[in-house]
């Protein structure tokens, strides 16, 4: 099943473990990226209140909600892609999400079903992400913020980390802001929630 969002000309289609997102073509794109809000999905408005305009919000599971709806939509007129999360009903969201941005592709996933809590199966992760031809891999599950960039590989691993309940040393919620600009490699920078 095909859909255009309308305020923002967004392609989506998807089978239910898999949701496509293609985004219109432009030069450069702001994508910002947000995990494990756990029933806390105003945090969205917080981050978007520092990053709009962004082109689409990626959500990487555990929002134990609809952070769509959640979203202030007349200030932030956007588009939210959510993943299902080891927390979350899994009638409401994809296992996966590709994204089309022009000339890069960006696949996100919640990571429970990676194994990424133990830094050795990041492996799997990068290797699904190679397998599936994606310039960018997101993913959230263990609440702590990662940028990983594998340039042999020419893929970019980014974990957001946790809006609610952050576990890295500082404990400072987070979320991330993905750059892609045509011709150019994927970055990625973390920035504080609050």
């Known amino acids: ?89 899994s009638r409401g969201f994809p296992q996966e999400i590709l994204v089309h941005a022009g000339t890069d592709l960006i696949w996100a996933v919640h990571g429970n079903r990676f194994h990424v809590v133990w830094e050795e199966r990041k492996v799997t992760l990068l290797e699904e992400a190679v397998k599936r031809g994606a310039d960018v891999a997101l993913y959230g599950h263990t609440h702590v913020p990662d940028i990983d960039p594998h340039p042999e590989k020419n893929v970019l691993i980014v974990n957001p980390g946790s809006a609610l309940r952050p576990k890295q040393a500082s404990r400072i919620p987070t979320y991330a802001v993905l750059t892609l600009s045509r011709g150019k490699t994927p970055g990625a920078a973390l920035r504080k929630l609050l």
Not at 20 to 43: C, M, R, W
Not at 56 to 81: M, W, Y
């Open 1 to 89: 099943m095909e859909v255009e969002l309308k305020m923002s000309g967004i392609q989506r289609k998807g089978n239910g473990q898999v949701t496509e997102f293609t985004l219109p073509e432009q030069p450069e794109y702001k994508i910002l990226v947000i995990s494990d809000t756990h029933g806390a999905n105003d945090l969205l408005n917080s981050a978007l209140e520092k990053e709009y305009p962004v082109d689409l919000v990626i959500h990487c599971g555990d929002s134990q909600g609809n952070p769509e709806k959640a979203v202030n939509a007349r200030r932030f007129p956007v588009t939210v892609a959510a993943v299902c999360g080891n927390c979350d009903d």
